[in-house]
């Protein structure tokens, strides 16, 4: 895979790549320098990738694996992501801090859920990516990542049920 063939079919991935990482390793530079060193790792196996079927599979897979080698580093025996949320600034209509609010208490109901349904519901319904990526990023059946994640929103959903009920 040449320059041009690397940059046309790896680095334009690299913006959908960055919500992901940021999410996972929680906050903005270190997810820039994730990005940088994952298309680093990319480009240093280059020769393979250009065989490989699904190349946004493997990106992502690439992308997720760093995240959760640099988690396990500097968080021994994590077992879940540290969801990070910014501070409300000043200028904030109420629409807004609704939408923060509603995004840490999504973020806390994540943390709760089973590691894999956790996972899935991420790939899926925060970054968007289809069944086909998530199977190749994950390495599970697409009947299985479907299971999982109506299990993560049947979760989900009854918890901010029980939350937002008043009586």
């Given at each position: 895979?040449?320059?041009?063939?690397?940059?046309n079919?790896v680095?334009?991935l690299?913006?959908?790549?960055?919500?992901?990482?940021?999410?996972?390793?929680g906050?903005?530079e270190s997810?820039e320098d994730?990005?940088?060193?994952?298309?680093?790792k990319?480009?240093?196996n280059?020769?393979?990738?250009?065989?490989?079927?699904n190349?946004?599979g493997?990106?992502?897979?690439t992308?997720?694996?760093y995240?959760?080698?640099?988690?396990?580093?500097?968080?021994?025996?994590?077992?879940?992501?540290?969801?990070?949320?910014?501070?409300v600034?000043?200028?904030?209509?109420?629409?807004?801090?609704?939408?923060k609010e509603?995004n840490?208490?999504?973020?806390?109901?994540l943390k709760e859920?089973?590691?894999?349904?956790?996972?899935?519901?991420?790939?899926?319904?925060l970054?968007g990516?289809e069944?086909?990526?998530i199977?190749?990023?994950?390495?599970?059946?697409i009947?299985?990542?479907?299971?999982?994640?109506?299990?993560a929103?049947?979760?989900?959903?009854?918890?901010?049920?029980?939350?937002y009920s008043?009586e």
């Amino acid at each position: 895979m040449n320059s041009n063939d690397f940059k046309n079919r790896v680095v334009s991935l690299s913006e959908r790549i960055y919500p992901m990482v940021a999410r996972m390793l929680g906050n903005k530079e270190s997810a820039e320098d994730a990005v940088q060193e994952i298309m680093i790792k990319l480009w240093d196996n280059r020769r393979n990738l250009m065989n490989h079927p699904n190349i946004i599979g493997f990106v992502f897979l690439t992308a997720r694996n760093y995240c959760l080698d640099i988690l396990k580093k500097k968080y021994p025996g994590m077992e879940s992501f540290d969801l990070h949320y910014g501070l409300v600034e000043k200028g904030i209509n109420e629409n807004e801090i609704e939408w923060k609010e509603l995004n840490v208490i999504v973020g806390n109901i994540l943390k709760e859920l089973p590691e894999q349904q956790r996972e899935i519901m991420i790939l899926r319904d925060l970054d968007g990516l289809e069944y086909n990526e998530i199977s190749e990023i994950t390495k599970l059946n697409i009947e299985h990542i479907r299971v999982l994640l109506s299990r993560a929103r049947k979760q989900v959903s009854i918890k901010l049920k029980k939350i937002y009920s008043y009586e």
